[in-house]
């Protein structure tokens, strides 16, 4: 890491992480690297696509502000599985994709996290060209990390680190529902 101009500490060299699988703890992992991060002075940008519903982790960025900042692209329902998607849906995704390439470009985060993007993807919300063009033009001193079910394999062979999540058990199979401050 090396200061710039303003004297806060940048990363030299940025990679590009996906966070994968059917399995809980993608979204929870990138929030561990930005509290991780904000430990060390960087600051963390995390789009989230496809949630507009309030999660737990908006109240602890709220607290952390300009270390992690968070911003949804979402309705606070659930998309469901239509062919083709729902406009809102798409608009929706494309402004959110516009606004987290802005902050990728901004020059004040160190992190940007597309969370739920690979999962957008699948949605037929963003294409992989969308996700391709963000790994070709990232800044150089800028990590990005995507995340969601489901990443396309032309994303994963672009990627410097690709963790998949996967499921030994879940007490969602035996009828536990998601908790307050555990799972949102």
């Given at each position: ?105 901004s ?30 033009t ?30 030994v ?16």
């Amino acid at each position: 890491m090396a200061p710039n101009s303003d004297n806060r500490i940048r990363l030299e060299k940025g990679y590009v992480q996906i966070y994968t699988g059917n399995c809980k703890g993608k979204t929870t992992a990138a929030l561990g690297l930005a509290f991780r991060a904000m430990g060390s002075g960087l600051r963390t940008f995390i789009g989230q696509f496809m949630k507009g519903q309030h999660y737990g982790e908006l109240d602890a960025a709220a607290r952390v502000t300009p270390f992690i900042t968070i911003e949804q692209y979402g309705r606070k329902d659930l998309v469901h599985v239509k062919a083709p998607p729902l406009p809102e849906d798409v608009r929706m995704a494309q402004d959110g994709l516009t606004c987290a390439r802005r902050a990728m470009f901004s020059g004040d985060y160190d992190i940007v996290v597309f969370d739920e993007i690979l999962t957008a993807h699948w949605f037929h919300l963003i294409s992989v060209e969308d996700i391709l063009e963000l790994v070709r033009t990232k800044p150089d001193n800028v990590e990005i990390v995507f995340t969601g079910r489901y990443a396309p394999q032309e994303i994963i062979d672009v990627a410097d680190l690709v963790t998949e999540m996967t499921e030994v058990r879940h007490y969602y199979v035996q009828g536990v529902c998601a908790r307050r401050g555990i799972e949102f």
